[in-house]
């Protein structure tokens, strides 16, 4: 079985600041991995995705992640971010069959 | 081309009723997921349908259960509620590929009292 870990429930940070959100995943095949942001009562929009090929990967709003098998880690990375940012976000990988396995979430408040 | 939409967006049952979602998939998508996300969590896959045929089923009892129909929108039904079956109902569709990102409807907020 595959599981994802978010080791922040909740992260603060001022705007304008850089953010790491971090995400371990557990899986004995190999995976696709995703972010997934949720606003207040909507569903889930694609924040980037890895499928093969670069480790870095970049997505919508300046976003970036870096997949790395070793620690087997998929960590999310802005360098400066916006009161806009403020946001659940959610992991999730994918071992090829379409279903989802999603971490916990983790919640990114941006203060000003 | 539209996107996912799923109706109704609001939904109060009482304990011991049976539900019905829906789902509409995004044009030229085969492949529906239904996942449930209870306050505070992530979501949880319940099921999946190919082509009209279930393709997955998550750890989620019987009384879950689910329709494709041939233009590839869905129902998910719920029988005999119970108060924990609160919470927000998504619908995913995905192109026939795999590793292809999901995209997501803006879900059905289900309420049991």
């Known amino acids: 079985a595959q599981s994802v870990t978010q080791l922040d429930s909740q992260v603060p940070v001022f705007e304008e600041a850089p953010v790491e959100l971090r995400c371990n995943y557990s899986?004995?095949?190999?995976?696709?991995l995703f972010w997934y942001v949720q606003y207040p009562n909507q569903g889930l929009q694609l924040l980037l995705k890895?499928?093969?090929?670069?480790?870095l990967v970049k997505g919508i709003n300046g976003f970036e992640a870096e997949f790395n098998k070793s620690q087997t880690s998929f960590h999310l990375r802005k360098p400066s971010v916006h009161i806009s940012d403020t946001a659940e976000y959610f992991c999730?990988?994918?071992?090829?069959?379409?279903?989802?396995?999603f971490g916990s979430g983790t919640r990114l408040q941006v203060q000003p | 081309e539209t996107g996912v939409t799923q109706s109704p967006t609001h939904l109060i049952k009482t304990r011991g009723q049976q539900v019905t979602l829906r789902c509409s998939s995004q044009?030229?998508?085969?492949?529906v997921s239904w996942y449930q996300q209870a306050l505070g969590q992530g979501p949880q896959f319940i099921f999946q349908y190919y082509r009209e045929e279930e393709n997955g089923r998550g750890n989620f009892p019987p009384r879950f259960s689910g329709l494709q129909f041939p233009n590839y929108s869905s129902e998910l039904n719920v029988n005999a509620l119970e108060l924990d079956d609160s919470a927000l109902y998504l619908c995913?569709?995905?192109?026939?590929?795999?590793?292809?990102?999901?995209?997501f409807g803006q879900g059905t907020r289900l309420t049991v009292v």
């Open positions: 999730a990988l994918d071992t090829g069959r379409r279903a989802l396995t």
């Open positions: 995913a569709s995905s192109p026939d590929r795999g590793g292809t990102e999901a995209f």
């Open positions: 899986s004995s095949v190999s995976v696709y």
């Open positions: 890895y499928l093969s090929g670069s480790t």
């Open positions: 044009s030229g998508h085969n492949t």
